[in-house]
């Protein structure tokens, strides 16, 4: 059997594995985030949408898409494994348990969390992803601010979209450090940072992203 | 806080052997003395339950001075109780409330399994610990202490890495029942000092492949173990042993 394979079986590697997707999906929000924010610039959607036709055609990026939909599923094919494990590994539970005591409770809710997130993403992908490539195929010009305008018309979009964005403010509050303790990156000087350094990104990422829905709601981006 | 004697409920754990179905039963512990250990009261209790021609607790104890981890015991919801950094036998009756209703149940773990009530068989540890915890050591005459420097921090470092018990509380902590915190301090302490770097490769290897065959679930950072483990072994060597294992893997 080679080590690789050994390693892929190992508990350790799949959470290196998790580490390392984690990650990347993060350095991914940067990027959605960071393009995104340009709907603030309250121009009519002209650089966002100067933003999200690039994004559409240029070429690294598209290969960087397949990447990244092959990362998210190798994060979340990981993760059934791992809980699955876990699950074998209890099989009779406490009758009662004081996780307040020891660690937060969203370090505990990952698994829910994460499936918050999946389902979240369907509705979407949906939403922005599926008409973006649809006029692509076909070759029509696409308006995606007219797009997110639309959906966020709808206040229950709106309401689903806080709702995914809280999933994954506390997903990212756990996972951020997490990633880099499962990688073995932990040093006295340097953890205390990576901690804030997470606090803050997830705090922040977040705000922007649930500022969108709620200000073009409110009709703030014209 | 209480001063006076106590009169407790105990909701205990009763499991005959490993493959009968366990249950709660319930006991009085009538006057209780604060000052005595929670073990202590055990004792008061199996006492009176002998004395009246019934089946007293199956529990583990031995040093009962916070050294053997043997007390294995989940109370109300808490591996070795409310108090942190303490075993079982170092938790003290004051730390309970005349009145009270405690919970007690075995550590639940697939790869401890209850041996009858409250004691729980850890032979897991002893099997990772065979496969590859150790120094391969020439037999011959004990060489000078100092024949080898090593860095105080090391050394240190080490030291706090062997100061586990290996009682399993982190396991029992474990949302997952992962036994990371145990085997890593394990790695650790070897692999922080000269004489065992150079089996540190094989020794990741074999304890990590250890860990999981005896079927212990898998780390997910949430530091329950840490919080919960007795002599405050650091998260640090779960990070140590995961570097341990990828370099390992990857050179």
């Known amino acids: 059997m080679s080590t690789k394979t050994g390693f892929l079986h190992s508990s350790v590697g799949k959470k290196i594995v998790m580490g390392i997707t984690g990650l990347f999906l993060i350095s991914f929000l940067i990027v959605h985030v960071g393009l995104n924010s340009a709907i603030f610039c309250n121009d009519g959607g002209v650089t966002f949408n100067a933003g999200a036709d690039f994004m559409a055609h240029n070429p690294v990026i598209r290969v960087m898409e397949i990447v990244l939909f092959g990362g998210l599923i190798a994060h979340i094919i990981m993760s059934l494994m791992l809980t699955m494990e876990n699950r074998k590994a209890r099989p009779v539970g406490y009758a009662m348990v004081n996780g307040a005591a020891n660690s937060k409770w969203y370090s505990r809710s990952m698994g829910i969390l994460g499936s918050l997130l999946l389902i979240f993403l369907v509705v979407h992908l949906g939403n922005f992803w599926v008409p973006t490539k649809m006029a692509v195929m076909n070759h029509e010009e696409h ?4 797009g997110m305008k639309a959906v966020f018309s709808q206040w229950y979009f709106v309401l689903v979209y806080l709702v995914g964005v809280g999933g994954l403010l506390f997903h990212l509050l756990h996972g951020f450090q997490s990633a880099f303790q499962s990688l073995g990156l932990n040093h006295k000087k340097y953890t205390p940072l990576i901690k804030k350094i997470g606090i803050w990104f997830s705090i922040i990422v977040c705000a922007l992203f649930a500022a969108m829905p709620i200000t073009m709601h409110l009709g703030l981006i014209k | 806080m209480s001063h006076g004697n106590m009169n407790l409920t105990l909701k205990v754990w009763k499991q005959k052997n490993k493959n009968e179905k366990g249950r709660f039963e319930t006991y009085d512990a009538k006057g209780i003395s604060p000052d005595m250990s929670f073990l202590e009261m055990f004792d008061v209790v199996n006492e009176q339950l002998i004395s009246s021609g019934k089946e007293p607790i199956a529990f583990d104890h031995d040093c009962r001075e916070g050294i053997c981890g043997m007390c294995s015991m989940y109370i109300n919801g808490r591996p070795h109780g409310p108090k942190q950094g303490v075993t079982t036998c170092q938790l003290h009756m004051r730390s309970f409330k005349d009145g009270d209703t405690i919970v007690v149940e075995p550590w639940r773990s697939a790869a401890f399994p209850v041996i009858k009530d409250l004691a729980v068989d850890r032979s897991s540890f002893d099997r990772i610990i065979a496969a590859g915890g150790f120094v391969s050591v020439n037999t011959g005459n004990a060489k000078d202490a100092n024949n080898i420097l090593i860095n105080k921090d090391d050394a240190d470092t080490a030291f706090n890495a062997a100061a586990c018990i290996g009682c399993g509380a982190c396991v029992a ?21 000269p004489q065992g770097q150079i089996e540190k490769k094989a020794r990741v290897m074999n304890m990590v492949k250890q860990m999981d065959e005896e079927g212990f679930g898998n780390c997910t950072n949430t530091g329950a173990c840490e919080a919960e483990c007795p002599k405050s072994i650091s998260l640090e060597n779960i990070a140590r042993m995961n570097r341990e294992y990828l370099g390992a893997n990857m050179l």
């Open chain 1, 143 to 146: 308006n995606t601010f007219e």
């Open chain 2, 173 to 193: 902590a474990c949302k997952n029942a992962s036994a990371m915190l145990f085997v890593s301090a394990k790695v650790s302490q070897l692999a922080l000092l």
